[in-house]
């Protein structure tokens, strides 16, 4: 009898939690993309990829704001040459990827790279002081 107790409790508890559970399975990370503005490399503006999807043109003093469901992302960017950010996206996590242009030879060369939280929340503040950044989440 205390056996059969202690399961139905057992069982109820966990009913109870999984929804919970599985609810932070399936919350999607956010990812802040930003470009601080610059005269270096102002005229030239690109297109932000995560795989084939769109997630938006990131220009001078912008910030992209997009939301990734959880597992590996490969975020890319291409004026004549190409740029990558590997991001393994964990469930309700904060990113942030520095957006900017090296000046090559002929061309401008996209980069996009991962930064610390502390860094991209000082730089996003610098762009646009009205955004608001959950940094529980970092």
């Given at each position: 009898m205390?056996?059969c107790?202690?399961?139905?409790?057992?069982c109820l508890i966990?009913?109870?939690?999984?929804?919970?559970?599985?609810?932070?399975?399936?919350a999607?990370?956010?990812?802040y993309?930003?470009?601080?503005?610059?005269?270096?490399?102002a005229?030239?503006?690109?297109?932000?990829y995560?795989?084939s999807?769109?997630?938006?043109?990131?220009t001078?003093?912008?910030?992209?704001?997009?939301?990734?469901?959880?597992?590996?992302?490969?975020?890319?960017?291409?004026?004549?040459?190409?740029?990558?950010?590997i991001?393994?996206?964990?469930?309700?996590?904060?990113?942030?990827v520095?957006?900017?242009?090296?000046?090559?030879a002929?061309v401008?060369?996209?980069?996009?790279?991962q930064?610390?939280?502390?860094?991209?929340?000082?730089?996003?503040r610098?762009?646009?002081?009205?955004?608001?950044?959950?940094?529980?989440?970092?």
């Amino acid at each position: 009898m205390m056996n059969c107790k202690s399961l139905l409790l057992f069982c109820l508890i966990a009913m109870l939690t999984l929804p919970e559970a599985l609810a932070q399975n399936e919350a999607p990370g956010i990812i802040y993309f930003y470009r601080s503005a610059s005269i270096k490399g102002a005229a030239i503006n690109y297109d932000v990829y995560d795989s084939s999807k769109l997630v938006g043109k990131i220009t001078p003093g912008q910030v992209l704001i997009y939301s990734a469901k959880p597992g590996l992302h490969t975020f890319t960017a291409r004026t004549e040459s190409k740029a990558a950010a590997i991001i393994d996206v964990k469930p309700g996590k904060l990113y942030f990827v520095q957006c900017g242009v090296s000046m090559g030879a002929l061309v401008g060369a996209p980069y996009l790279r991962q930064v610390t939280p502390q860094t991209g929340i000082a730089a996003i503040r610098k762009i646009n002081p009205a955004l608001t950044i959950n940094e529980a989440l970092v």
